[in-house]
């Protein structure tokens, strides 16, 4: 029984002082750091907290007095960017030694775009950048004003002549599910006429989490993908998430080299790009992976893109108005919705970029040291080495939210991103697409599909908040990306006359 208290005892001792160690990595590179928990480290915090909020309890406490500050996510040293030149170094200057994100092995879907690292990451990126340019998204334009009349159509039905309550963000999300469909697939999803369509489920499915699957999820993230490197069998989305994606692309693929069907659409543009590889393509599997991220990444960002801004519009009266009358005479001149009438509404434009500098989409960006990475120090002091793997965190919604950088940064202002006005602020204080090389692939399309959308509502609706309803949207803690917890519910009223 001594032997056996001596040898817990002993366990004990050395699992504390293990930990203690893990947990001073930063301290004893002379990196500040917010106290952990001796057990957990900062996990312990997201129990509670979003990992925005930790992000902004870092930037809040060391932001002016160092470059870079510490945090930990179970075992594992993260580096929180403090200093917006050392943010410009890392995701464009110096790129070449942060190539890559940390990324999710262990499922057929995680062979996408955003995740790939390396020069898989690079040739792919390389293959499929045509395919984002402002002459491809043309093409695509008069489908999306496809639904958009759709879109319009469904909210005569349920605002009818009086007006009415709705809640917006599933609205959104089945316009931008149904626009998707239609881009990436050439498929009706239906989901504006009906709520329970399969695409509709599929997203549904894909963002709905409780606290426990979110910390599972962080633990995944975290170490079981290098696990599955080692070909243990770790999957980061259900099976039926994977078959179905599969099954469709399969689907999309055979009908449309058996009819020699052409939509110009995202799935044309892929096939096309399979062909002229000349059997080094993509495979099957590999395009079942780009749709899937395409899917995910455009209607649920899109989507609550929109809900923001229209909480944010019918919070700011005066600025819904201004916008409602920009789209009225770009209309009044072009007489209908063309890709160059949406081009001369440059407050529409703002709208959209002052929403997701208030609601982006990811709280952080994030990169991997590729080697050890020197930051000088301000003071001519010993310079910080980031270790080759660390985990380096770009605070996204910090910097958003600075008022050192946006003046009054809860108050919603259009006129923050007006040309003069960001000459005025660092080149990197606007991270709503990321930026560098690696930002955003789809950033000409999701912005294509909120303009449209937002035009074809604004003209014929005027949006309020309803009488005691909160000035302030909550947001989800069980996600990665930031979504609204309790929907956005709105007093949707038709306006006096129609914007033509």
């Known amino acids: 029984m001594d032997l056996l208290m001596l040898l817990l005892t002993s366990l004990l001792s050395f699992l504390l ?10 301290e004893l590179r002379g990196v500040p750091q917010l106290r952990p928990h001796f057990l957990f480290g900062h996990f312990f915090k997201l129990r509670s907290l979003h990992l925005s909020e930790l992000l902004q309890e870092t930037y809040d406490a060391f932001k002016g007095s160092a470059r870079v500050a510490g945090t930990y996510v179970f075992l594992r040293p993260m580096a929180v960017v403090l200093d917006m030149d050392l943010v410009k170094s890392v995701i464009i200057r110096d790129f070449g030694q942060f190539v890559d994100r940390r990324s999710f092995h262990g499922d057929l879907l995680t062979a996408n775009l955003f995740n790939l690292q390396g020069e898989e990451w690079r040739a792919l990126r390389t293959k499929l950048s ?29 605002v009818g002549s009086q007006g009415s309550i709705l809640e917006l963000h599933d609205l959104m999300a089945r316009y931008t599910t149904d626009v998707i469909g239609r881009c990436a697939f050439g498929t009706e999803c239906n989901s504006l006429k009906d709520p329970q369509a399969e695409f509709r489920e599929v997203g549904r499915r894909l963002f709905r989490n409780n606290n426990k699957s979110i910390r599972w999820r962080i633990f995944k993230m975290t170490y079981l993908s290098s696990l599955a490197k080692l070909g243990l069998p770790i999957r980061i989305f ?33 096939l096309d790009l399979r062909r002229q590889e000349k059997g080094r393509g993509l495979t099957m599997e590999q395009l079942a992976a780009q749709v899937f991220v395409f899917f995910v990444a455009g209607f649920e960002t899109s989507s609550s893109n929109m809900s923001y801004a229209l909480f944010e519009l019918a919070k700011n009266q005066a600025v819904q108005q201004k916008l409602r009358l920009e789209i009225s ?34 709280s952080s960006l994030t990169r991997l040291a590729s080697e050890d990475y020197e930051i000088p120090s301000r003071d001519g002091g010993d310079p910080v080495v980031l270790e080759k793997g660390t985990t380096v965190h770009i605070p996204v919604l910090a910097i958003h939210y600075d008022p050192a950088i946006y003046p009054e940064p809860y108050e919603f202002r259009p006129e923050r991103f007006a040309p003069a006005a960001c000459q005025q602020r660092h080149p990197t204080a606007f991270l709503g697409f990321g930026d560098g090389p690696r930002n955003c692939i789809g950033l000409r399309f999701g912005r294509m599909q909120v303009k449209v959308g937002l035009i074809a509502l604004l003209r014929r609706f005027r949006f309020s908040l309803p009488p005691g309803s909160p000035t302030q949207l909550a947001v989800t803690k069980t996600n990665v990306i930031l979504l609204p917890s309790g929907g956005v519910r709105l ?10």
Do not use: C
């Not at 340019?133 to 489908?143: A, E």
């Not at 399969?250 to 009819?259: C, D, G, N």
């Not at 007093?491 to 033509?500: A, N, T, W």
């Open 329 to 362: 005479d770009v209309m009044a001149r072009h007489r209908e919705l063309t890709y160059e009438a949406m081009l001369e509404m440059p407050y529409l434009d703002q709208t959209i970029t002052e929403t997701l500098r208030k609601y982006p989409a990811l």
């Open 130 to 158: 045509p395919t984002f340019t402002s002459g491809k998204m043309k093409y695509m334009f008069g489908t999306i004003t496809q639904v958009a009349q759709q879109l319009e159509e469904t909210f005569e039905e349920l």
């Open 491 to 500: 007093q949707v009223d038709p306006v006096e006359s129609r914007l033509m």
């Open 17 to 26: 002082g293990y930990l203690r160690y893990r947990f001073s990595y930063w």
């Open 238 to 270: 259900h099976p039926d998430i994977t078959d179905f994606f599969l099954r469709i692309v399969r689907e999309t693929v055979e009908l449309r080299e058996r009819e020699h069907i052409r939509r110009n659409d995202f799935m044309d543009l892929l």
